[in-house]
T-cell receptor
Framework: SAVISQKPSRDICQRGTSLTIQCQVD?????MFWYRQQPGQSLTLIAT?????????ESGFVIDKFPISRPNLTFSTLTVSNMSPEDSSIYLC??????????FGAGTRLSVL | GNSVTQMEGPVTLSEEAFLTINCTYT??????LFWYVQYPGEGLQLLLK?????DKGSNKGFEATYRKETTSFHLEKGSVQVSDSAVYFC????????????FGKGTKLTVNP
């Protein structure tokens, strides 16, 4: 496995503001993923982030709302833009360390007032 | 598309009881199958996996067998402990690797002393 660090671990934000979530891995990985877990729900993939290319977004998620950066093989950020209370969720990053096996960070618990 | 159907919870058991959480899937070919566990206030941890038919994944006393004929991957444990209280997610990735995880809705398990 690897150490996957997410920052911040939690935040309370005001409507209309933006929050950038960081994900740092202690080894180089090609594939990184961002998931959303709405309250009491399962996880849904937002986008896949590969180093050196644009992120690939799932249906229902757009770059303007969830811009992603992937500047190198150990780091990625997800920004939640122009937040509304409906964005209150846990946001998790994951990395593919071995073929087809993903490991997750502890998540960022976001509340939007 | 690919999907995972998981036994609805919540499930409440007494310590040392037998646990089964049912999981069935819909996918083409031979997906990889996973069980993840989310302890209160934490991110997801990989509990066990199986990548081909008839494989048995096991970890911490939990087991699940990849049944192609019934498209199932049921989670079992012979004697649960209070510390097993968590939410359990069944998930799959499509054959070929480096694909998104598709999750079931999760089953909340509470084990009472």
């Amino acid at each position: 496995s690897a150490v996957i660090s997410q920052k911040p671990s939690r935040d309370i934000c005001q409507r209309g503001t933006s929050l950038t979530i960081q994900c740092q891995v202690d080894s180089q990985v090609t594939m990184m993923f961002w998931y959303r877990q709405q309250p009491g729900q399962s996880l849904t993939l937002i986008a896949t982030a590969n180093q050196g290319s644009e992120a690939t977004y799932e249906s229902g998620f757009v770059i303007d709302k969830f811009p992603i950066s992937r500047p190198n093989l150990t780091f990625s950020t997800l920004t939640v833009s122009n937040m509304s209370p409906e964005d209150s969720s846990i946001y998790l990053c994951s990395v593919e360390l071995l073929k087809n096996i993903q490991y997750f960070g502890a998540g960022t618990r976001l509340s939007v007032l | 598309g690919n999907s995972v159907t998981q036994m609805e919870g919540p499930v409440t058991l007494s310590e040392e009881a037998f646990l089964t959480i049912n999981c069935t899937y819909t996918a083409t070919g031979y997906p990889s199958l996973f069980w993840y566990v989310q302890y209160p206030g934490e991110g997801l941890q990989l509990l066990l996996k199986a990548t081909k038919a008839d494989d048995k994944g096991s970890n911490k006393g939990f087991e699940a067998t990849y049944r192609k004929e019934t498209t199932s991957f049921h989670l079992e444990k012979g004697s649960v402990q209070v510390s097993d209280s968590a939410v359990y997610f069944c998930a799959l990735t499509a054959q070929g690797g480096s694909e998104k995880l598709v999750f079931g809705k999760g089953t909340k398990l509470t084990v009472n002393p």
